[in-house]
């Protein structure tokens, strides 16, 4: 049996949904597209969701990540949530600076800073 990756952790911490990405390393297109399908299963439970990205555990992702981050965003945007994202590792977070995501995503140092201040969803 194929296992899938990467594996999420999905809890609800006050008006968030937080997300939390298990896998060290999502570099894969297999992993790209498990990780898509977690995530949109999580905004598709919800007509507003208030999502929080935890990528604490993340140390190498691919370009086709940061697309998938972006497409996530507009959905969520479209029905009227929030996307945060936060747990960064610095080496990433250099990469989102390089390519201006740091204008277009809300990034917070940690799951409590990410969750402070949301409305309530729906």
Known sequence: MVELKPRVS?????KATVVTLTDEKILEDMDVQALKGSIDS???QAERVNLVLDFRNVRFLSSSVLGLLIRVSRKIAERKGSLRLCGIHPKIYEIFKITRLTKVFDIYEDVGSATKNLSEPG
């Open 10 to 14: 999905v809890q609800y911490v006050d």
């Open 42 to 44: 999580v905004v598709e």
